[in-house]
């Protein structure tokens, strides 16, 4: 997330993110999934501005308004339906909402978001977009939260948002709100297709509790593997630690998934696997002239939007 300039509208461009492992350890009482999962943020972004909103002259706080543009093709979900570019729940309106019950501010504000993250795709533009408005409102209602409250307060809007505020590469755990960064990594090349069928991430959680249980085994092995192969530059040798425990769930709900599994595993990707809870799908190249070779490739295959994009530092 980038501040891009000094007034009192501010914008940012909040990114996608992509989880280079993803293990489910367990099912937990509240309904979500225990999860280890090293997550990086991707050079694709939403872009959001906010302008304060002075409270209302009868003494009322002020509007929270957002308006979003949609900047890509739309997707259709299962049942073959258009998915709109925002729902009633958008998390930026119940981020802004929480922050300001927490905080007794009575300002408002005016969003603007220009959503290219696609949705639905397992990439978590929801969540990014609601840590960058949590970040831009906690400075344009000047609030002064540090990190750690703003995280705990977007753990409640969504798993993935603290690991947005934290802004780099980062080992998450718990539901995902426990997050540790690790600064610093070499950028990565990535090609991401997103096939024009989207996946609900509740959907594909759901389906992975119906399939025959698997021991989720050596995490931490494979984490640490692949953090060492990454550190010492060995890209090449990375793609063998990769994996997403959700894909064979998410195979089951979507056509889609093993088509394009198919394609790029003719491809020479260091690693490939499914994006989150998907429906996206993602590949990591040794180099940029490699990534753009494969994604030129792969744009002639006509099975979704592709993406030429790197994580970010
Ligand atoms: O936290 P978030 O709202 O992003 O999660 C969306 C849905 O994904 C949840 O309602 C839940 O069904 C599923 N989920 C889960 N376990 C997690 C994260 C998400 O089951 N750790």
Not at 16 to 28: G, M, P, T, Y
Not at 85 to 95: F, I, M, Q, T
Request: hydrophobic share 40%; proline share 6%; with cysteine.
């Amino acid at each position: 997330m980038y501040l891009r300039k000094a007034e009192s509208r501010r914008t940012v461009e909040a990114p996608a993110k992509l989880n280079l492992i993803l293990e489910v350890l367990s099912r937990r009482d509240d309904g979500y999934h225990e999860l280890e999962t090293l997550m990086v943020p991707v050079r694709l972004y939403d872009s959001l501005s906010l302008e304060p909103v002075p409270p209302r002259k009868d003494g009322r706080p002020g509007p929270i308004l957002v308006h979003v543009r949609g900047a890509y093709p739309p997707a259709l979900n299962r049942d073959g339906e258009e998915l709109p570019p925002s729902g009633e729940d958008n998390l930026v309106v119940r981020a802004l909402e929480l922050l300001r019950r927490q905080s007794g501010c009575q300002h408002g504000a005016r969003v603007d978001l220009v959503k290219r993250i696609p949705l639905a795709a397992g990439l978590g533009g929801g969540s990014s977009d609601a840590a960058a408005a949590l970040r831009l409102a906690n400075r344009a209602w000047g609030l002064g939260y540090d990190g750690a409250r703003l995280a705990a307060l977007g753990a409640e809007i969504g798993s993935d948002v603290p690991f947005f505020l934290s802004r780099c590469a980062a080992i998450c755990r718990g539901r995902g709100e426990r997050v540790e960064s690790l600064p610093g990594l070499r950028p990565l090349h990535i090609v991401i297709l997103r096939p024009r069928c989207a996946l609900s991430t509740r959907d594909v959680y759901r389906a992975h509790d119906d399939l025959p249980s698997v021991t989720a085994g050596h995490g931490a092995d494979r984490l640490g593997a692949l953090l060492r192969t990454w550190r010492h530059g060995n890209v090449a040798e990375m793609g063998q630690w990769m994996s997403n425990r959700l894909q064979a769930a998410a195979t089951t709900l979507s056509p889609w998934i093993e088509q394009v599994r198919a394609a790029f595993a003719r491809l020479d990707f260091v690693g490939h696997q499914l994006a989150g809870s998907g429906s996206a799908y993602f590949g990591v190249c040794r180099h940029a002239q490699h990534a753009q070779r494969l994604a030129t490739i792969l744009r002639t295959r006509q099975l979704g939007l592709v993406y030429l994009t790197r994580s970010c530092r």
